[in-house]
T-cell receptor, first 113, second 113 residues
Framework: DSGVTQTPKHLITATGQRVTLRCSPRSGDLSVYWYQQSLDQGLQFLIQYYNGEERAKGNILERFSAQQFPDLHSELNLSSLELGDSALYFC????????????FGSGTRLTVV | AQTVTQSQPEMSVQEAETVTLSCTYDTSENNYYLFWYKQPPSRQMILVIRQEAYKQQNATENRFSVNFQKAAKSFSLKISDSQLGDTAMYFCAPSSGNTPLVFGKGTRLSVIA
């Protein structure tokens, strides 16, 4: 157990639908990062939150949004889902900056049918 | 912006042998950090080793070591005494500390008995 909790582990939904992925960071970590990993691809950075505030944004689609709550858990909302959104979505956390790397959750496998 | 190139999409090695995975990167930062992550078939992202760019000494973690060439912007990973459990995707990732980790496309390593 890495200390970063992601739910659900698996999600199957239809095109056009909306889903919410949840992440609880490791205790003491204030930064949360979301990454997307499509089949046999590298990890693409989506967005970072630090202590409730958006800190950095990557190649995140307008259909996607995220937030970090006062208890530091984070949610990634994906709407108007398309087949191409099928991927493994990772959440990772760190203390503040990435000097020591990140601790990753086990990911949420999203399948859009 | 940081970019990462892992030029070996796939590699294989016999059990107990040594293998080296290559990584080159581009960054405008003077001080930064470099990471190797391992992703076994379970899909969990696991930190293997970390290098601080201002340190000339190469990092080692048990059977894992790096060859860091700052001028050449090269950061290779050497795995000694390869074990079946080393079979995984390996990702190289640089970070300035202030920016999110940027991952390469990965090298798929197979350890053969």
């Amino acid at each position: 157990d890495s200390g970063v909790t992601q739910t659900p582990k698996h999600l199957i939904t239809a095109t056009g639908q909306r889903v919410t992925l949840r992440c609880s960071p490791r205790s003491g970590d204030l930064s949360v990062y979301w990454y997307q990993q499509s089949l046999d691809q590298g990890l693409q950075f989506l967005i970072q939150y630090y202590n409730g505030e958006e800190r950095a944004k990557g190649n995140i689609l307008e259909r996607f949004s995220a937030q970090q709550f006062p208890d530091l858990h984070s949610e990634l909302n994906l709407s108007s889902l398309e087949l191409g959104d099928s991927a493994l979505y990772f959440c990772a956390s760190s203390v503040e900056k990435s000097f020591y790397g990140y601790t990753f959750g086990s990911g949420t496998r999203l399948t859009v049918v | 912006a940081q970019t990462v190139t892992q030029s070996q999409p796939e590699m294989s090695v016999q059990e107990a042998e040594t293998v080296t995975l290559s990584c080159t990167y581009d960054t405008s930062e003077n001080n930064y950090y470099l990471f190797w992550y391992k992703q076994p078939p379970s899909r969990q992202m696991i930190l293997v080793i970390r290098q601080e760019a201002y340190k000339q000494q190469n990092a080692t973690e048990n059977r894992f070591s790096v060859n860091f060439q700052k001028a050449a912007k090269s950061f290779s990973l050497k795995i000694s005494d390869s074990q079946l459990g080393d079979t995984a995707m390996y990702f190289c990732a640089p970070s300035s500390g202030n920016t999110p980790l940027v991952f390469g496309k990965g090298t798929r390593l197979s350890v053969i008995a």
